[in-house]
């Protein structure tokens, strides 16, 4: 038929799934033009193509199938600049939202590529840190059930989801257990932020300074004979130490299952 198409040349010319057509005809958001009853075949005609140019360039902006309904039922200049301005606004957040996710996979290859320096695993370092803030959660923990839990309790506490925390964890020996040589108990839970807001009585800044550090194959399970090497490390040298230990496990189970990849660094602020 003259200036009509089918939906399968339709989908043709504005590369469009047909599945898609079938959608927007069942919800009314484009309805063919002419039905013919005798094979049920669905016909566009060229007065829809503004209409389909329109939806299909709304939708590239993000709209949902609802907002572009509601345009093309009330359309005026008023009507598109206000939706314009709040599609705007809502890509402006996912853009902020973008970049913290960019900032996260960053930090993320970087704590990879620093624990792969398998040359200096068991290697005893004096690393200057910059200021760290963490959100800390004061919890006794002696077991890896009780690391798991205190995981969950982090979480809750913060009212963050697990996938916040992912590869951010760690876990403190404090100061007077560190001096009293007490290395199978843990005295809290903490997790790097990056760029998340928490309530500030959860907050902790992890000062910048010198620390010495110890990477090891291995998880937390492994960590008390570290901890006997870098204390006696500490000792000769005469330092004195400043805050609780800072145990990190860089490398586990949640990237790879060969445990001789697994890496876990202690820290331990120093003067």
Do not use: W
């Not at 198409?5 to 063919?32: A, H, Q, V």
């Not at 907050?203 to 090891?216: D, E, M, N």
């Not at 299952?257 to 697994?262: G, H």
Request: proline fraction near 1%; hydrophobic fraction near 35%; glycine fraction near 4%.
């Amino acid at each position: 038929m003259k200036d009509l198409f089918t939906i399968g040349e339709i989908s043709k010319l504005f590369n469009i799934n047909i599945k898609t057509l079938r959608y927007y005809d069942e919800i009314g958001l484009f309805n063919p033009i002419f039905i013919d009853k005798t094979n049920n075949y669905r016909y566009y005609s060229t007065e829809q193509f503004e209409q389909l140019n329109t939806i299909i360039y709304l939708k590239a902006l993000g709209m949902s199938l609802n907002t572009i309904s509601f345009h093309l039922k009330e359309r005026s200049i008023d009507n598109i600049t206000e939706l314009l301005k709040k599609q705007k606004e809502i890509t402006e957040k996912k853009i902020k939202e973008l970049q913290v996710i960019k900032h996260k996979i960053k930090n993320r290859l970087n704590q990879i590529n620093y624990a792969r320096q398998y040359e200096k695993l068991d290697v005893i370092q004096e690393i200057e840190f910059n200021e760290r803030t963490i959100v800390l959660l004061k919890q006794k923990i002696k077991s890896n059930k009780d690391l798991e839990l205190s995981i969950r309790n982090l979480e809750n506490k913060s009212r963050k989801n697990a996938s916040i925390f992912n590869g951010k964890v760690g876990i403190s020996i404090s100061k007077q257990n560190l001096k009293n040589r007490i290395f199978d108990e843990y005295d809290s839970i903490f997790s790097f932020t990056e760029g998340e807001r928490y309530n500030k009585k959860l907050t902790k800044v992890l000062p910048k300074g010198i620390y010495v550090t110890i990477r090891f194959n291995g998880t937390h399970k492994c960590s008390p004979v570290y901890y006997d090497k870098i204390l006696k490390y500490i000792e000769e040298k005469g330092y004195t130490i400043i805050d609780d230990s800072v145990e990190i496990t860089l490398i586990d189970f949640g990237l790879t299952t060969e445990k001789s990849e697994f890496v876990t660094e202690i820290q331990i602020l120093i003067n």
